[in-house]
Nanobody
Framework: QVQLVESGGGLVQAGGSLRLSCAAS????????MGWFRQAPGKEREFVAA????????LYADSVKGRFTISRDNTKNTVFLQMSSLKPEDTAVYYC????????????????????WGQGTQVTVSS
């Protein structure tokens, strides 16, 4: 079993920055690809970013490319999402997810590929 706990969400003005964290416990974090997704009110969950467990590969949604950075610290079982130049349309609940047992360089981008999910953290960007 894997437990994922997100933190770092909050209210920020447009143009500002936030850093989300996701602490993992349980099954081997260092061998799990990790992803961030978000869901805005009335919208479907969407992919934001993901990172392979080897840390070599990352993938971003076009809407956040150049503004968000995903990283991980395997010694602390934590994945991060640094968000900069935030826009009101980034407002959503952000979820982290894990997928164990994939190739070291694989970066899953579909929610269906992930095994475990956190409870989410709210990010609100005011205009």
């Amino acid at each position: 079993q894997v437990q994922l706990v997100e933190s770092g969400g909050g209210l920020v003005q447009a143009g500002g920055s936030l850093r989300l964290s996701c602490a993992a416990s349980g099954r081997s974090f260092s061998s799990s690809a990790m992803g961030w997704f978000r869901q805005a009110p009335g919208k479907e969950r969407e992919f934001v970013a993901a990172i392979s467990w080897s840390v070599r590969n990352t993938l971003y949604a076009d809407s956040v490319k150049g503004r968000f950075t995903i990283s991980r610290d395997n010694t602390k079982n934590t994945v991060f999402l640094q968000m900069s130049s935030l826009k009101p349309e980034d407002t959503a609940v952000y979820y982290c997810a894990s997928r164990f047992g994939v190739l070291s360089t694989y970066v899953p981008s579909s929610g269906r590929e992930y095994d475990y999910w956190g409870q989410g953290t709210q990010v609100t960007v005011s205009s």
